[in-house]
């Protein structure tokens, strides 16, 4: 099956013996009649497993080109998931231009319970090397990053983790499976927050994990029964529904992005414009190779330079609304030295080019020409 059909079909067969209903009933249910005890069909308690949870860990698995798929209340609980596969002592080694609430997971609960973390730049792959050693056990790669849409090539960290038996997990929330996957590219874990592109219409948080191993798959699976954060049916089936539509967002998202990024990055009021699409984008080559276009996500300084300038500009947008989170129908900007990175230090923030006129868009699937005129009379 080509992807596109996938996001439809993938994974769902038989999925209403009852009355072969086309989408997955919504089982609002805790629990299932057993004829004797331990005799049922599958599912005993929704914690454990669900039905509507089911076809949608499918779903989620056969896009992704893995074998088994897991659902979790939100994004963070898929990685707090991958994270509890560690032990005190375990070193993890992540890219440092990461997503604030994974920051937040590693360094302010894990980090307490005895495992070290690495936060490196991750542009040279090669430079990961210096960091392993017997201890390491996870490598934490977001790809492009947040907010400074940096490109790591997923294949060529996949050669150093596998090399010296180290599982390597990807966070693949903002290119989704429509634009790479990295399983096929080496990875051991695909990671999603489910909030963003496929749930796709920013009303349900959720997390999944996809990964192709047996063992791990049934580690990951334990780990998810025995923590419980798991994701209602009526949150599955929005995201199942999102799913079928993901290619042709994705679609739009792409060519939207595309057309806003070189129209700001001719813009006299703009300074410079990050979007992995450019040619002159450090590591264009590596995005031209590992996906298959470039996004939505722009983000972009002004010449203005100063905290008020892009405050003012984010407070003008009438078609692009000021909120946190991305990958919505709906175009959003995000100003993120004082939302998602204002809990970083200032210095520390402008070391990986989170400056005070950083703006961040999720560029939706509205009229193009709408979004181009919004901006521009925000930028005047
Ligand atoms: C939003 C996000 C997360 C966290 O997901 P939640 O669903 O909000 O818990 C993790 N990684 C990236 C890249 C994200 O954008």
Redesign the pocket.
């Known amino acids: 099956m080509k992807f596109n059909t996938k996001t439809i079909h993938g994974g769902q067969h038989n999925i209403d013996p009852a009355y072969n209903s086309v989408m997955p009933p919504i089982y609002q249910t805790t629990t299932y009649k057993q004829s004797t005890p331990g005799g049922h069909n599958g599912f005993e308690y929704s914690r454990s497993g669900n039905p509507t949870r089911d076809a949608l860990e499918k779903s989620i698995a056969s896009i992704e080109s893995g074998h088994y798929g897991l659902a979790f209340g ?4 898929a ?1 707090d998931a991958v994270l509890k596969l560690l032990k005190p002592g375990d070193e993890v080694i992540s890219t440092n231009d990461l ?1 604030g ?2 920051y937040r997971l590693f360094t302010r609960i894990f980090q307490d319970f005895g495992v070290k973390f690495h936060f490196i730049g991750m542009e040279n792959a090669d430079h990961i090397e210096n960091f392993v050693n017997e201890n390491t056990k996870l490598v934490w790669v ?1 790809t492009p990053t ?1 907010p400074m849409m940096n490109i790591i090539d997923i294949e060529a960290v996949a050669n150093i983790t596998n090399k010296h038996n180290i599982l390597l997990a990807v ?1 693949n ?2 290119a989704t499976a429509y634009l790479q996957r990295p399983l096929e590219l080496g990875a051991d874990i695909v990671m999603h ?4 592109y496929l749930g796709g219409h920013s009303d349900v ?3 999944s994990l996809v990964v192709n191993d047996k063992d791990l798959s049934e580690r990951l699976y334990f780990i998810q029964n025995a923590s419980g954060a798991v994701p209602g049916p009526q949150d599955c089936f929005l995201v199942l529904r999102g799913i079928k539509t993901l290619h042709v967002r994705m679609q739009r998202h792409c060519e939207n992005g595309k057309a806003v990024a070189y129209a700001l990055k001719i813009h006299p009021n703009v300074s410079k414009v990050y979007w992995p699409g450019f040619e002159d984008h450090p590591n264009h080559g590596i995005a031209k190779r590992q996906m298959s276009d470039f996004g939505g996500m722009v983000s972009f300084t002004t010449k203005a330079g100063t905290l008020v300038s892009a405050v003012k500009l984010v407070e003008k947008l009438k078609v692009f609304t000021l909120a946190e ?2 990958g919505g129908v709906e175009s959003l900007a995000g100003h993120p030295a004082s939302m998602t990175h204002a809990s970083i230090p200032k210095k520390d923030r402008e070391k990986i080019g989170v400056v005070d006129s950083l703006i961040r868009l999720s560029v939706g699937i509205e009229d193009v020409e709408d979004l181009l005129a919004d901006l521009d009379q925000a930028l005047a």
Do not use: P
């Open positions: 939100s994004g963070l609980a990685i997503y609430g994974s977001e947040n966070d929330t903002f927050s489910a909030t963003k948080v959720m997390g989170s991305l």
